[in-house]
């Protein structure tokens, strides 16, 4: 595959003229109608671009031309996070810390039904604790299963499931760790969830993937997240990365790999 070229600091984009007076440009994705200069900035700004100084967009509307542009400092964050990614795609960032937060969950003792990753504008993990549903006979009634769950935005928190009858979970808790705390200290600080082993005392038998595995040289657990999942954290994107050489990755490479295939 050949090597990805890196994003040019500067740019000319091409406008032509659209419906209605807008003008059209495409700019990394599909063509975007824009009908003044505010709409224009707006779209350049989510693309990772500005207009360079001394540029009038303005002039432009409604005949269209050139547009002499210079990559943004959100564009060059965005542009750092893809190489500290390499060929991830987006989507698959977050699967490698969620698999990691699972295993320390059942090395403590915790029964897990199932566990997905959530990907839109941001990333959620949702580990599911307590038995699965098959086997279960129509109609019985099952009590409401416990979530343990991340947002990149904002960290751990657990909830209990919704009843059938609802759209939304309750007892919304956050759990008192960081962003990106080790998978074994989130795994303690739930466990009261299950009844598990208190921390350090994984029960006998079971054998955590990654136990001894520490983060490597520069691994944020508390990085500066803002709440708002658009923004790009570096420090959380090298953190997240970390995962992809632990354990529980690499010793479960299938289980992975079957998981990711289903988003794929």
């Known amino acids: ?82 190489e500290v990614w390499g060929k991830v795609p987006f989507d698959e960032t977050a699967d490698a810390y969620a698999l990691a937060a699972v295993a320390a969950i059942q090395a403590r003792g915790g029964r897990i039904a199932e566990w997905d990753v959530h990907v839109d504008e941001d990333r959620r993990i949702y580990i599911t604790l307590g038995e699965d549903d098959e086997g279960r006979e129509p109609g019985e009634e099952q009590p409401l299963r416990w979530v343990v769950s991340w947002m990149d935005a904002s960290g751990w928190f657990t909830f209990l499931e919704a ?31 299950w009844g598990g082993a208190p921390a350090g005392e994984p029960l006998p038998g079971l054998e955590e993937p990654g136990r001894n595995w520490r983060p490597p040289h520069g691994y944020v657990q508390d990085p500066p997240v803002t709440g708002d999942a658009t923004d ?33």
């Open 1 to 82: 595959m050949p090597k990805k070229l890196p994003t040019p600091r500067t740019t000319t984009l091409l406008l032509t003229p659209g419906e209605r007076g807008a003008l059209k440009m495409t700019l990394g994705g599909p063509p975007r109608s824009v009908y003044d200069e505010d709409g224009l900035r707006d779209s350049l700004y989510w693309a990772g671009w500005e207009i360079a100084p001394g540029e009038d967009p303005q002039g432009l509307f409604p005949s269209g031309g050139q547009l002499r542009l210079a990559r943004s400092e959100r564009g060059m964050l965005e542009d750092q996070a893809s």
């Open 232 to 264: 790009v954290v570096l420090d959380l994107e090298r953190s997240l990365a970390a995962y992809l050489n632990h354990p529980a990755v690499t010793t479960g490479d299938q289980a992975y790999a079957a998981r990711v295939a289903t988003r794929r």
């Open 163 to 193: 009843a059938p009858d609802e759209s939304l979970g309750s007892c919304v808790n956050d759990v008192a760790c960081p962003v990106m705390a080790l998978p074994e200290d989130v795994a303690a600080e739930v466990s009261h969830l």
